[in-house]
């Protein structure tokens, strides 16, 4: 079979420009009005492109609904690798915490996960993250960080519930998310404290701000 034409350059900067600008507008509207209240007429209008735009790189609402929980799996700034497994697990809330302030995709992401239906939809992402984060525990478990009494899965399904539940709550309290990275930090600090080894608390950083600065070093790389 012959290979197809590869796009020039600026093609494909331009189609990553409308798709970034369709799933952009796309949070904004999933954020407003849940799945069943978005059309995509309105996530057009939002975005500004052409129904031959948005089509090129969607064939129907479910799709793009897929592809803002799928855009959740990517945490952006991470740092794999670290002395201790644990600041990982840390990381990864804090990363999160910063960014669903910010960007409506994320904030669209736990809403659509959170829907009755969305399982039997188009998927939501929860599975997904509880593997990701009962291997973070696994392999820190391992490395002698978290008590051998600890079930890592079980673990998992605890901090993507008390995440989450911290955004939506915060969110229904005080009607925005200031705030939010304290108390994901508070979160994750008092949970290390009760399942990390009690030599690796002075070396965990809990700080509110470091989801912020990781997050900021990753767009700077690669700016």
């Known amino acids: 079979m012959p290979e197809a034409p ?4 600026p093609q494909s900067d331009r189609a990553k420009w409308t798709y970034g600008k369709i799933l952009h507008a796309a949070g904004l509207v999933f954020e407003k009005n849940g799945y069943e209240g978005a059309s995509v007429n309105e996530i ?7 129904k031959g ?3 090129f790189h969607f064939e129907a609402k479910k799709d793009l609904a897929v592809a803002i929980l799928e855009s959740t799996l990517q945490v952006d700034g991470l740092i794999i690798g670290q002395e201790i497994k644990l600041q990982e697990v840390v990381d990864t809330g804090l990363i999160l ?6 960007e409506p995709q994320i904030r669209a992401a736990l809403r659509l996960s959170v829907s009755y239906n969305a399982a039997s939809i188009y998927g939501t992402p929860w599975p997904e993250w509880i593997k990701f984060n009962t291997a973070q525990l696994a392999e820190a478990q391992q490395r002698g960080e978290v008590g051998i009494d600890v079930d890592p899965k079980a673990q998992a399904h605890q901090i993507a519930g008390t995440w989450s539940g911290l955004v939506l709550t915060g969110h229904s309290v005080y009607g925005n998310l200031e705030g939010l ?6 979160m994750y600090e ?3 404290t009760v399942i990390a080894h009690p030599r690796l608390m002075r070396k965990l950083d809990f700080r509110p701000t470091r ?9 700077d790389k690669n700016s």
């Open 190 to 192: 008092n949970l290390m």
């Open 53 to 55: 735009a948005f089509y």
């Open 6 to 9: 590869r796009q020039s350059k």
């Open 181 to 186: 990275e304290e108390r994901v930090s508070l």
């Open 97 to 102: 915490g910063h960014k669903i302030t910010r």
């Open 211 to 219: 989801g912020r600065d990781l997050y900021q070093a990753f767009l």
């Open 44 to 50: 057009i209008k939002v975005a500004g492109v052409t």
